[in-house]
T-cell receptor, first 112, second 116 residues
Framework: DAKTTQPPSMDCAEGRAANLPCNHS???????VYWYRQIHSQGPQYIIH???NNETNEMASLIITEDRKSSTLILPHATLRDTAVYYC?????????????FGKGTHLIIQP | GAVVSQHPSRVICKSGTSVKIECRSL??????MFWYRQFPKQSLMLMAT?????????EQGVEKDKFLINHASLTLSTLTVTSAHPEDSSFYIC????????????FGPGTRLTVT
């Protein structure tokens, strides 16, 4: 799986959009971008994933650049409960039998 | 999304004893489950892949005789930490793949193991 690079930490004001970047310059054509988050002392939570098109669900939006070398997770209206470590993971599309490789992620802190 | 549960959520045991942790998929069947370990202030590390009806696959550096995995049904995988020592104290988390071939993983709430 391709390596990802994320900033170690970010702050965002409550109610504002939180934009979390991820670089994955070595991504290959059959690899998806997945985002998970982990609130303190809990198991990770799946957020969203995409291949090349932008994706949106009830939790977030995922914007993937045209060259697919980077992406941004957008939490449109951040709340205090969104404070967590966010992990960007690149994964082979057929990798259902494979576990995930977690990097260090971005610790997002939502400020009141 | 799919729901995965773990039991117990916390356990304290004495050094040298064994501890069993259960991971259940509550509303779906999981032929493959995964076990992770997370030490304080570190990221999750994959320990092993649990396959229903067959032997688990362990990551390099994980002792298969110490961390026994059993996946006897499509909804239950167990991890037994044998002869636990204080260095095994950690947060153990399981996961299972979602349905429909999209392969997003759903994680349990984790089990905090403290070995005294």
């Amino acid at each position: 799986d391709a390596k990802t690079t994320q900033p170690p930490s970010m702050d965002c004001a409550e109610g504002r959009a939180a934009n979390l970047p991820c670089n994955h310059s070595t991504i290959s054509g059959n690899e998806y971008v997945y985002w998970y988050r982990q609130i303190h002392s809990q198991g990770p939570q799946y957020i969203i994933h995409g291949l090349k098109n932008n994706e949106t669900n009830e939790m977030a939006s995922l914007i993937i650049t045209e060259d697919r070398k980077s992406s941004t997770l957008i939490l449109p209206h951040a709340t205090l409960r969104d404070t967590a470590v966010y992990y960007c993971i690149v994964r082979y599309s057929g990798g259902g039998a494979d576990g995930l490789t977690f990097g260090k992620g971005t610790h997002l802190i939502i400020q009141p | 999304g799919a729901v995965v549960s773990q039991h117990p959520s916390r356990v304290i045991c004495k050094s040298g004893t064994s501890v069993k942790i259960e991971c259940r998929s509550l509303d779906f069947q999981a032929t493959t489950m995964f076990w992770y370990r997370q030490f304080p202030k570190q990221s999750l590390m994959l320990m092993a892949t649990s396959n229903e009806g067959s032997k688990a696959t362990y990551e390099q550096g994980v002792e298969k005789d110490k961390f026994l995995i059993n996946h006897a049904s499509l909804t239950l995988s167990t991890l037994t930490v044998t002869s636990a020592h204080p260095e095994d104290s950690s947060f153990y988390i399981c996961s299972a793949n979602g349905q429909g071939g999209t392969y997003e993983q759903y994680f349990g709430p984790g089990t905090r193991l403290t070995v005294t």
